[in-house]
């Protein structure tokens, strides 16, 4: 799955972003700054960086000169409130490969990174691979060995989330408000239920990963080695 970085002080422009890319399957990380963004990606990596220039601690210019620098590669689409010619002249001689202004059309952002991506060779997956189990979302099937495993639409959503990003911890409230929707009106035992009938389709003896709770927090998936 792709992985998109988002790196912006505003965490409303954050999230906006996030939800239309996510929308497109996309694996979406956040970082309110260029340091916080420096962490993650030599953490994790990530396949695209868009990134907002006026930032606290190493605003955007610092960061697409330290990108570039880095990491050849990685194509970057800057976001900025500075629309003047200068500020967008910069930006390409510092390495950015494209550059809109706030306020923006989602929609457009996203067939920018789209193209992006094609431009760098970089596949647009909507499949998780666990060991022997692949989620294919664009047909919404599951393929364990061959065999197809029937997954009701949230059970699958809720599964190729964990997928996505083994071993990061989900909370209930992020599953709830990035699967259901903000606007759902039931409760968090939704998730719980769920993932039992999750973890009785791929059983702990066979399945190559699990399901793992953390008391208090939400949960999370990891391989097994």
């Known amino acids: 799955m792709v992985k998109i970085l988002v790196v912006d002080d505003d965490e409303d422009i954050r999230e906006l972003i996030r939800l239309y890319l996510q ?10 700054d260029g340091v916080e963004a420096m962490e993650i990606i030599w953490d994790m990596q990530a396949d695209l960086v868009i990134l907002d220039i006026m930032m606290p601690h190493m605003d955007g210019w610092q960061l697409c000169e330290q990108l570039r620098q880095d990491y050849s590669d990685m194509p970057m689409l800057m976001l900025s409130a500075k629309g003047e010619t200068q500020d967008k002249l910069r930006g390409f001689r510092l390495g950015t490969d494209d550059y809109m202004v706030k306020p923006f059309d989602p929609l457009e952002l996203v067939m920018r990174v789209k193209v992006l991506l094609k431009r760098y060779r970089i596949q647009t997956s909507m499949k998780v691979q666990l060991g022997e189990v692949v989620l294919d979302k664009q047909r919404y099937e599951a393929d364990w060995n061959g065999r197809k495993i029937s997954l009701p639409l949230k059970e699958f959503d809720l599964l190729f989330k964990l997928g996505s990003a083994p071993g990061k911890i989900f909370t209930r409230n992020q599953l709830i408000d990035q699967i259901w929707g903000a606007d759902f009106d039931g ?3 939704t998730v719980d239920v769920h993932i039992k009938r999750i973890r009785e389709r791929f059983t702990d003896e066979e399945a190559p990963f699990i399901i793992v709770t953390k008391r208090g927090l939400g949960y999370k998936l990891e391989m097994k080695p």
């Open 23 to 32: 929308a497109e399957g996309f694996f979406v990380m956040e970082a309110k």
């Open 187 to 189: 409760n968090d035992r």
